[in-house]
C-alpha cells in the first residue's frame, strides 16, 4: 500500500464541520488543517450548525452541480452524552447517514465525529497536542484518496 504523501497533489478536499461546541469544532479544524496544509492540497470548509446536518451537507456536495468536485471529504464534529436519548439518535443518524453516502458513491473519507460522554474527553480528543482527531480524519481522508487511485477510480 501506498502513503497517502503520494496522491495526486490536484486533488481538492471539503471539510464539514459541525459548529455545535465552537472550541472543540475549532481544535479538531485545527488538527485537520495542519494534515492537509503539510501536504499542500487545496481544501474547502463548509459549516454546518450541529451533527445531525453532516449527512445532508455532505450530499450537497456530492450531488450539487454548482459545487467544484472533491477527491476526499473531512467529517468534524463531536456530540457529547446529555441525560436524554438525543444523543444515542444523533450518533447512530450521523454516522449512518455519512457511511451511506460513503458506500453509495464511493467516496474518501475521514470520519472525525467524537461520540464522548463528557467535555473533558471530547478535549482530549480534539487537541491537536493530545488525541488530534482531527488530524487523524484528514489522514485517513488522504489514505483513502490514494487507495481510490490506486485501485482506478476514475473521477466523478
Not at 107 to 125: C, M, P, Y
Amino acid at each position: 500500500m501506498t502513503d497517502s504523501a503520494h496522491c495526486d497533489m490536484s486533488a481538492r478536499i471539503l471539510i464539514i464541520e459541525a459548529r455545535f461546541y465552537t472550541n472543540i469544532a475549532d481544535m479538531l479544524l485545527d488538527g485537520a488543517r495542519r494534515v492537509i496544509e503539510e501536504r499542500a492540497f487545496p481544501f474547502d470548509v463548509v459549516t454546518v450548525p450541529g451533527a445531525l446536518e453532516i449527512p445532508t451537507a455532505l450530499h450537497y456536495a456530492v450531488r450539487g452541480s454548482t459545487d467544484p468536485y472533491y477527491d476526499g471529504y473531512v467529517i468534524l464534529g463531536c456530540v457529547i452524552r446529555g441525560e436524554t436519548s438525543h444523543y444515542d439518535l444523533v450518533c447512530r443518524e450521523c454516522s449512518h447517514g455519512v457511511m451511506t453516502l460513503s458506500a453509495k458513491h464511493f467516496l474518501a473519507l475521514g470520519f472525525g465525529l467524537l461520540t464522548v460522554e463528557n467535555k473533558d474527553q471530547a478535549l482530549a480528543r480534539a487537541d491537536y497536542n493530545r488525541g488530534d482527531q482531527g488530524g487523524r480524519a484528514a489522514r485517513a481522508c488522504l489514505s483513502m484518496i490514494d487507495l481510490k487511485h490506486r485501485f482506478g477510480f476514475p473521477e466523478q
